[in-house]
């Protein structure tokens, strides 16, 4: 993996995401402001070291074993660490070892082993995937095995569950309406205590997914260029 880039490149990238996502908070949000989770998959440490010295705090990772060897080697820094990709049974282990958040939750038996293998650390923070738009291409539980999931990982005592996470098809202009409405749904049939985040959202629709209720908004190319 080189880790040659341009730095001052890289930075611009990011200050000026930053500026459309603050935009974006002043205009739409009410209470906590969505934060910028930067997809470093594939990218050098070195960048993310880059960023880290800017302020941001917050990294998606989808590849595990590119995820470790970038952790080990940035761990004097204090990164939270968002796993992004899809879940396995046999990366349930080093997941729950590095990682602070899971935003690809989809399963009980990830659940249940993720829970496992968090046993004497501090609780992971988890999200449920849901397949918002029934996209058989797509990842996620579908929207009539949420509450079965919730009630789930609610039983899992290293389980912190935060809320939900989608990837909406290109079409799906009322994706993150409707996903803002089964949270609010979810929030009111069950007494969650920790139930306070929506992952949604990327560079090309990061404003119409914090109008409708993102906390979190999920950016990779816009700041680190092209895979």
Known sequence: ?????????????????????????????????ARLIAVSKTKPAAMVAALFSEGQVDFGENY????????????ALDITWHYIGSIQ??????????????????????????????????????LIQVNIDNEASKSGCC????????????????????????????????????????FDEMATRYALPHWDSISMGMSGDMDEAVAHGSTMVRIGTAIFGER
Not at 4 to 28: G, M, P, V
Not at 64 to 75: G, Y
Not at 165 to 181: C, I, N, W
Request: glycine share 4%; hydrophobic share 35%.
């Open 143 to 182: 929207i009539e095995q949420l509450p079965a999931l919730i009630e789930a990982v609610s039983a899992c005592q290293n389980l912190t569950l935060r809320g939900l996470m989608v990837l909406p098809s290109k079409e799906g202009g009322d994706a993150f309406m409707r996903t803002k409405a089964l």
């Open 64 to 75: 595990l074993q590119e995820a470790i060897t970038k952790i080990d080697e940035l761990s």
């Open 89 to 126: 049974r046999n990366k349930t282990r080093d997941i729950a070892k590095y990682f602070d958040w899971v935003h690809t939750l989809e399963r009980e038996v990830i659940a249940t082993r993720l829970n496992e293998q968090r046993e004497g650390m501090p609780p992971l923070q988890v």
């Open 1 to 33: 993996m080189t880790t040659q880039f341009d730095k001052k490149k890289l930075i611009d990238n990011y200050k000026n995401i930053k500026n459309l996502l603050n935009t974006a908070n002043q205009t739409h949000k009410r209470g906590n402001a």
